[in-house]
């Protein structure tokens, strides 16, 4: 089914607000939402609209809610989403962010209380596009082990980053730290099919090629014990710096039900200018960049997503019929 990304955005709106989202969360959220699956990535975008409308009407969510700062010293602000959908208070931090970091030459903006945050390089890439350079991070729910234990503790923990560019669009980096996205292994389990062996550990701890088993177990982390203490240090980061709640404190987001999650997000951002100095830093990306496409078959990160994001704004974005069905009746209810 294709839709424009205006009649997207619109059906998000109004079945959140529907669902309890005040109108500055349902618009921001929607704004998100669209421009997550518009840049491909799908799995944070229109298919959590029904999941936001549970956490809403079961309240896991706050759609009354408002962030407001709660603490701040130069460079570093801390917000506080209270209890809502993550959007607006990433909004928040992200212009905060930008102008402290001009003022300052670098800040930090720390979301507390807050709830899933989707793709986190959207918002990075807003700044790479007035010149900064930043880089985001969050945590979520538990589905990782810290290295050498068993039971989940940390979430997957994505990690984001741009880069501006001269005349050209930044470069975006946007990953999980998990080996493997938890939707594959969803679809394996859905499909009967064994997934290989480092993805994954069942409910003992065992390494295990049974989906079903690792659902109920535990994510392994990308580069084993590396990627696992990168992880910590989402967390650390997220979450000790922000009053947050860990990932083990936090219910999994694929139950409707459950507690007020209260994760932390933090975004840190850089003026090139207060270091090297823009020219410079300029210089020095595109001499990295030409190096790179050098050699045959590179290609740019965030490129896919900038050419996809440009076709969807011209002919619409394609979604399942059955998502589209859903949008409707939930828009409509």
């Not at 212009?95 to 390089?121: F, L, Q």
């Not at 999980?176 to 996205?181: G, T």
């Not at 295990?208 to 690792?214: E, I, R, V």
């Amino acid at each position: 089914m294709n839709v424009s990304l205006t009649e997207a955005e619109t059906l998000a709106r109004a079945a959140l607000a529907i669902a309890g989202a005040n109108p500055a969360m349902a618009a921001a959220t929607a704004r998100a939402l669209a421009a997550a699956e518009a840049a491909g990535q799908a799995g944070h975008g229109l298919s959590r609209v029904p999941q936001y409308a549970a956490f809403l009407r079961n309240g896991r969510a706050d759609g009354a809610a408002t962030p407001r700062i709660v603490n701040e010293c130069g460079g570093a602000v801390l917000i506080d989403a209270r209890h809502g959908l993550a959007y607006p208070a990433l909004a928040l931090a992200e212009s905060e962010a930008g102008w402290r970091a001009r003022a300052h030459g670098i800040a930090i903006a720390g979301v507390t209380n807050s709830h899933h945050s989707g793709a986190m390089g959207l918002p990075v890439a807003r700044l790479a596009q007035q010149g900064l350079v930043a880089l985001a991070f969050t945590n979520s729910p538990a589905a990782m082990p810290v290295p050498g234990g068993r039971r989940p503790l940390m979430g997957t923990n994505p990690i984001a980053a741009a880069f501006p560019r001269r005349d050209a669009p930044p470069l975006v980096i946007d990953m999980a730290l998990s080996e493997v996205a938890r939707g594959k292994i969803m679809v394996a389990a859905k499909e009967g099919r064994a997934i290989p062996e480092g993805w994954a550990l069942d409910a003992e701890g065992r390494p295990t090629t049974d989906p079903n088993a690792a659902l109920s177990g535990a994510m392994l982390a990308m580069g084993g014990t590396k990627g696992a203490l990168l992880a910590m240090v989402v967390e650390l980061l997220c979450c000790a710096l922000t009053g947050a709640a860990f990932g083990f404190e936090a219910n999994s987001f694929f139950s409707d039900e459950g507690n007020r999650p209260r994760l932390g997000q933090a975004l840190l951002v850089v003026d090139p200018g207060a270091l090297a100095g823009a020219g410079a830093f300029a210089d020095r990306i595109e001499a990295f960049v030409d190096a790179m496409q050098a050699e045959d078959g590179v290609r740019l990160p965030g490129s896919r997503r900038d050419a996809l994001s440009a076709r969807a704004a011209q002919v619409g974005i394609d979604i399942p019929e059955a998502l589209h069905r859903r949008l409707l009746d939930l828009a409509a209810a």
